[in-house]
């Protein structure tokens, strides 16, 4: 399979504290690859290196073929690579419909297009359909969460960086929400999944990275690792 994302050795650094410290991973093309670690890891901060909303202090990270790290963010979004931050941060005053709207607003490839991609947000996301005139502010927590994902997909992304998705939600919507990344992925998107949750994220993903303090710990298969006694004493809780 074709490389698609490639981190090569960087550093992030929040004024003295040192972040990231010198991490290498790949995603391939049609893979779900999933980056697992405690509070403070590191997650959150590599994701933003690689959505150009933090600057490295060392290394290099190329997207299908182009060096994005020094890339401002709008440029990397339209390269078709698109974030779900994060704590679900939503338009609140916003309609669902015009939250989704936001997600499209740097595409040029005509209304069609955008028509089709909202029909296929919605045949997906079928709770968003029901709810597309409410304010985004008033839907629960879940229903956030699958808007979230939604506009990114509005974005038409080839790849698709997902931070801790589960966070805060009960185990009926966790499950609902990782069926649907399956779903996504299914749909031909390259998926980056950051995730606290390391029992569903590795059950869902290919491949998977442990950080902790910064970085990476172990890699492999996402089966393998799950079955690793290392990594079920320390984030299986067995
Ligand atoms: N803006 C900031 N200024 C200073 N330090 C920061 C900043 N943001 C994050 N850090 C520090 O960088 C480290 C990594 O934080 P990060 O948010 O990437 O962790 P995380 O793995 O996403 O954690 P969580 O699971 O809690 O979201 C932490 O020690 C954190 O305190
Ligand atoms: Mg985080």
């Known amino acids: 399979m074709a490389e698609m994302l490639s981190v090569k050795g960087i550093d992030v650094y929040y004024g003295s ?7 290498s991973f790949h995603v391939d093309e049609g893979e779900i690859v999933t980056l697992i670690g405690a509070n403070g890891a590191g997650k959150t901060t590599t994701m933003h290196a690689i959505s150009g909303l933090l600057k490295l202090e060392n290394g290099e990270i190329d997207y299908c073929g182009n060096v994005i790290s020094k ?7 339209r390269l078709g690579l698109a974030q779900v931050p994060e704590g679900r941060r939503v ?24 028509q089709n991609d ?15 005139a409410q304010a985004a502010g008033t839907l629960s927590g879940g229903e956030q969460q699958m808007l979230a994902i939604g506009r990114a997909l509005m974005c038409k992304p080839n790849m698709l960086l997902l931070d801790e998705p589960s ?14 990344i399956r779903d996504v992925n299914r749909n031909g998107v390259t998926v980056l ?16 990275y442990v950080l902790e303090t910064g970085t990476i710990k172990m890699e492999g298969d996402a089966g393998e690792l799950a079955n690793n006694i290392e990594v079920r004493k320390a984030y299986l809780g067995c």
């Open 193 to 208: 999944l950051v995730e606290q949750n390391a029992k569903m994220a590795l059950e869902i993903a290919n491949r998977a």
């Open 71 to 77: 890339m401002e963010a709008h440029k990397i979004i």
């Open 118 to 132: 909202f029909d296929m947000v919605f045949d997906l996301l079928p709770r968003l359909k029901e709810r597309r």
């Open 17 to 23: 504290i040192h972040a990231i410290k010198n991490i």
């Open 91 to 114: 338009f609140s005053g916003l309609t669902v419909q015009q939250n989704l709207q936001m997600g499209a607003y740097t595409r040029k490839d005509g209304k069609e297009a955008i």
């Open 167 to 180: 966070m805060g939600l009960s185990p009926l919507l966790v499950k609902e929400i990782f069926k649907i």
